[in-house]
């Protein structure tokens, strides 16, 4: 289906499992479309995928799309919307079988096909889920032959653009501008309403009638691998340049944007604006991609339960200190003392204050173990005896459970050649998708020149997000922090001010751990990637904000001296 005629729309109506239901049904009937995506996976929902399939060999996929589709592929049909998910998660096949089955009941001609390969768990028997993060062109293969639905299990997010985009424009392994820029659409388009106005900086610019039901976002790809990115007509949400600009900082590193068919320089991306709620993407530069693909692993790390004390009025440290050294005593009698022990005193409270609730600050214990019962009854049995033998004014939040499990996720690193990717066509057929031919070492990028700082002159101590926007996110146990200027003057003094040194006075949370800032002129950004402060990532719960979904909000709420000019 090779064709020069643009551009191609492409739309999204998922950014993880357990999004907006109804987001399908919108994306079909607000506008045109030629393709629908959704994307539903992510680290912690592949342990969740892994513990459903623990209890049903048959489970493994995300259901909610399979129920989306009960009322909306009767829609796609009808519309010549054809669909690409990675809804398939540990089971793309089960996944395909049943959109199969619910096509027939719905007397629909639909051609179902699936990608596989990417399950990778025979070779990490110690994993509850291992997969590589598979490309495009398998998904590219399943379309070329006529797919009406494409079902994926593990692949890169920016794969569910560059799939469509390959089988409609005919792009060749090699073609890496093009590429590029698809995957830098992808990467704008996975996270769904964020590229619309979700989780906004600076949201309060807007009327709040206009953020309070965001649209879904669509891209319209062109032939030479540039787009615009924008929504329906009448949906709610925005889309400008700073929208755009937080989406594309989100979850990732450097300027070398790698994935398994391309690497996209993130240094290279032009935006501007292209008219009301749409922002052009343009000018993006592709390289060969590494030798390797990325292999996320989930694994059960053990049993952790936890409990939340209120410590209300005065005297709080000497309570919150009371409470430790009670429970201290009985996990050092006790048989079995859980492996990790983890106390956080969040202060909330307020002198003098009108309510109990804000007088009391949260005293917040995690505790550890591979062994159930040591995280559970024994937890549960000494927080709850010390009701009337501790601190005045002792209650807890809601009392500890029996203990849960949690997950840990790694990720390494195998050959692309490793790894049999595989399109199963909607016929049956086996088309075996060859890995890249040409690829490239990943390295940093040679640090580019900054701008002119500003002249000297009158500062104010601010908050930084008075000046700068910010988005935050995980990848395993690091997290990363962009942070952009929404104007020259803003970034050159952004890019002198915030340095790796004065982000980590600023979050002293990150002073003592890896820090790396990556500088992206084009985007007036700085990407800062924090070194293990996730721990073993989001699934281990290893912090208040397990995600750093809100690592950037807390760095714009911190002051430092900012020019007045620019204030």
């Not at 291992?130 to 070329?144: D, K, R, T, V």
């Not at 390959?166 to 388009?189: C, P, S």
């Not at 927080?383 to 996720?409: M, N, R």
């Not at 790796?500 to 003592?512: C, I, K, M, Y």
């Amino acid at each position: 289906m090779t064709s020069t005629v643009g551009p191609l729309r492409i739309g999204n109506a998922s950014g993880f499992y357990g999004d907006r239901f109804d987001a399908l049904r919108e994306m079909l009937t607000g506008g045109q479309l030629d393709f629908l995506t959704g994307d539903y996976l992510a680290e912690l929902t592949m342990l969740i995928l892994g513990r459903d399939r623990l209890k049903d060999p048959g489970a493994g996929y995300a259901r909610t799309f399979l129920k989306q589709l009960e009322e909306c592929l009767g829609l796609a049909h009808e519309r010549g919307v054809r669909i690409v998910t990675n809804a398939g998660g540990l089971n793309p096949a089960g996944l395909a079988d049943a959109v199969r089955k619910l096509a027939d009941r719905l007397g629909l001609p639909v051609r179902v096909a699936h990608v596989e390969g990417d399950d990778l768990a025979a070779r990490y028997p110690d994993a509850l889920a291992a997969h590589a993060y598979l490309g495009g062109f398998g998904i590219a293969a399943c379309l070329e032959a006529g797919a009406d639905v494409v079902v994926t299990g593990r692949v890169t997010d920016a794969a569910l653009v560059t799939g469509p985009a390959v089988a409609h424009f005919g792009w060749g392994a090699e073609d890496y501008d093009r590429l590029a820029g698809a995957v830098v659409a992808g990467h704008v388009l996975e996270c769904g309403t964020q590229a619309t106005g979700g989780n906004y900086a600076f949201f309060t610019e807007h009327a709040p009638e206009k953020l309070r039901r965001p649209g879904f976002p669509l891209a319209e790809v062109y032939e030479d691998g540039s787009s615009v990115v924008t929504k329906h007509p009448g949906t709610g949400g925005v889309v400008d340049v700073g929208t755009v600009t937080a989406q594309l900082l989100y979850e990732t590193h450097g300027a070398r944007y790698a994935g398994p068919d391309v690497t996209a320089r993130l240094d290279t991306v032009r935006l501007g604006a292209d008219g009301d709620d749409r922002v052009r993407i343009d000018g993006v530069r592709g390289e060969a991609p590494p030798a390797t693909l990325k292999v996320g692993l989930n694994r059960l790390g053990g049993f952790r339960n936890e409990v939340t004390f209120v410590l209300t009025g005065l005297d709080i440290e000497r309570k919150a200190t009371l409470v430790r050294e009670q429970l201290d005593l009985v996990f050092r009698e006790a048989k079995s003392r859980p492996s990790g022990i983890r106390w956080d005193l969040a202060r909330t409270d307020h002198a003098d204050a009108v309510t109990e609730e804000t007088a009391s600050a949260l005293l917040r214990l995690v505790v550890r173990d591979a062994d159930q019962d040591v995280v559970g009854r024994s937890l549960s049995a000494a927080a709850i005896e010390l009701a009337l033998a501790s601190y005045p004014g002792f209650h807890v939040l809601t009392p500890p459970g029996k203990g849960a499990p949690y997950g840990v996720f790694d990720d390494v690193y195998v050959p692309q050649g490793a790894v049999d990717h595989m399109a199963v066509l909607h016929d049956g057929r086996r088309i075996a998708v060859a890995p890249a031919h040409d690829t490239l070492v990943l390295e940093d990028v040679p640090e580019p020149a900054l701008p002119e700082p500003l002249p000297d002159g009158p500062t104010a101590r601010a908050p930084l997000g008075l000046v700068a926007g910010a988005r935050s996110g995980d990848k395993g146990g690091n997290a990363n922090v962009g942070v952009w200027a929404r104007t020259d003057e803003a970034w050159r003094w952004l890019a002198h001010a915030l340095t790796v040194e004065r982000f980590g006075q600023l979050l002293p949370e990150t002073a003592e751990l890896e820090v790396a800032r990556h500088v992206l002129p084009n985007l007036r950004a700085l990407n800062f990637v924090v070194v293990g402060i996730l721990g073993e990532g989001v699934a281990a719960q290893h912090r208040f904000d397990p995600q750093a979904k809100a690592l950037g909000e807390w760095l714009r709420s911190r002051r430092l001296d900012i020019p007045e000019v620019l204030l």
